[in-house]
């Protein structure tokens, strides 16, 4: 099953520099939307036999990452009517070499990496890289990026490369504790996204670089 489980780590790589290279905000929900799918198949890639708990987890994940907070995305940048990200921090062809620089840097740590988790030697060595990756992408745009909306975006990109971090404990991990992250991050998602929508009503825009406005 490991098999299935690099596939799906090299398409959600793919992804991460895809989503750092657009500027359009449609594309980047729709890629994060093709990574939630691909992280709720990974649970039950884990191991050859499927568990109860991998069953509820990849469901969750699913409901969370495919379909809830894409919609809260899709109705916010419907709200604020932006359609792209423009004039960010840093461009984006800048950001998308920076990723994969990333990229190439987890590839080297990875089998240290595992060594010291003292991760079997056959876990797939895609997962390491993917993970750092994946958060890394959503913190540069977290970094970069003027528009709320898209930070909001980067933000659950980021929540997705820690999510895979985590299946390296997997078994070891109460079903509580997981379900309880994946809806501690759906709420600040939530509450981001409500936030942005006030601050456009306030200012009319959601550049972050000019929030200090907001003062008195």
Request: neutral net charge.
């Amino acid at each position: 099953m490991y098999e299935w489980m690099d596939t799906c780590l090299v398409a959600i790589l793919v992804l991460d520099l895809y989503i750092l290279g657009t500027s359009r905000l449609i594309a980047v929900i729709q890629a994060t939307i093709v990574q939630g799918m691909l992280l709720g198949i990974l649970p039950l890639t884990v191991h050859s036999q499927e568990t109860i708990h991998h069953w509820i987890l990849s469901i969750s994940v699913l409901l969370s990452n495919v379909f809830l907070m894409p919609y809260l995305a899709i109705l916010l940048i419907r709200k604020v009517e932006i359609r792209r990200e423009v004039e960010p921090f840093l461009e984006f062809t800048p950001s998308l070499m920076i990723g994969m620089a990333i990229a190439f840097i987890s590839f080297w740590i990875a089998p240290y990496s595992q060594k010291i988790l003292q991760l079997p030697q056959h876990f797939p060595r895609m997962l390491m890289p993917a993970a750092i990756t994946t958060a890394m992408s959503g913190f540069i745009i977290l970094a970069t990026r003027r528009k709320a909306v898209t930070q909001v975006l980067g933000y659950l990109v980021m929540e997705n490369g820690i999510y895979i971090w985590g299946l390296t404990l997997l078994d070891k991990m109460p079903l509580l504790v997981e379900l309880g992250v994946i809806l501690g991050i759906f709420m600040t998602v939530m509450v981001m996204a409500t936030v942005c929508y006030r601050v456009y009503l306030r200012l009319g825009h959601v550049n972050v670089d000019e929030l200090s406005n907001l003062k008195g």
